[in-house]
Structures are given as structure tokens and as C-alpha cells.
Nanobody
Framework: QVQLVESGGGSVQAGGSLRLSCARS???????????MGWFRQAPGKEREAVAT???????YYAASVKGRFTISQDSAKNTVYLQMNSLEPEDTAVYYC?????????????????????WGQGTQVTVSS
């Protein structure tokens, strides 16, 4: 069973940085060989939105609102996915979720479609003050 645990959230002033981590359980050596990993966020009163995704070959995809400020990466040896967030803005305030689509493709990963993801973490709060 795939399990995802996020960490690294917190409070920061506008212009600051945070790095989120997502530890994923090791089910078998092939579990993530075709996986798309993603970060999503949900602000109070708003719908969940995609932030960034990364395919098993390390191809990355970003929402327009974070491109150039956020970087998604993964360390397969550590079974961890990261989201480096720089130049944070108050509008980035949300609960951030890590998600996994373990049977994906590069094309599907590029769509940042949340409905494709079948495993989700519990979320970590990010608060950016002005």
C-alpha cells in the first residue's frame, strides 16, 4: 500500500522560502517506475489546484502561477519528493498535498490533472504573511 507523508510546512514572510518533503513508502522496487508524483494545494474557500508534477524520468511540469518560483524534484534512493518554494507570496498560503499516480505516463503527468492521482498524503500547512 502506497503511503505518503508530507513535512516542511510552516509560516514565512513574503519573499521567503520553504522546502516541502514527501516521504513515500517503499512497496516494491517497481512501484514508482512509471509513477507521476505531484504537489497540489488548497486554500480556504477555494478548489484544490495543481502546483507541480514530476514523472519517473524526472520530467517536470508546473502550474503557471508557480513557474520560475517553485522547483519539484525527487530522490528515488530516498523515496522522497521535494518542493522548493522561493519568492513566496501571500497567495501561496494553502494546505499542500503530495500525491502519487503509480501507473502514469509522461503525457498524463504533464496535464497536472488531480483526478489521475490515486494516493494522497494528509497535507502540510504553508502560511505566507505580507
Amino acid at each position: 500500500q502506497v503511503q505518503l507523508v508530507e513535512s516542511g510546512g510552516g509560516s514565512v514572510q513574503a519573499g521567503g522560502s520553504l522546502r516541502l518533503s514527501c516521504a513515500r513508502s517503499r512497496v516494491s522496487r517497481y512501484t514508482y517506475s512509471r509513477a507521476c508524483m505531484g504537489w497540489f494545494r488548497q486554500a480556504p474557500g477555494k478548489e484544490r489546484e495543481a502546483v507541480a508534477t514530476i514523472y519517473s524520468d524526472d520530467s517536470t511540469y508546473y502550474a503557471a502561477s508557480v513557474k520560475g518560483r517553485f522547483t519539484i524534484s525527487q530522490d528515488s534512493a530516498k523515496n522522497t519528493v521535494y518542493l522548493q518554494m522561493n519568492s513566496l507570496e501571500p497567495e501561496d498560503t494553502a494546505v499542500y498535498y503530495c500525491a502519487a499516480d503509480v501507473w502514469s505516463s509522461r503525457g498524463a503527468c504533464a496535464t497536472l490533472r488531480g483526478s489521475d492521482f490515486n494516493y494522497w498524503g494528509q497535507g502540510t500547512q504553508v502560511t505566507v504573511s505580507s
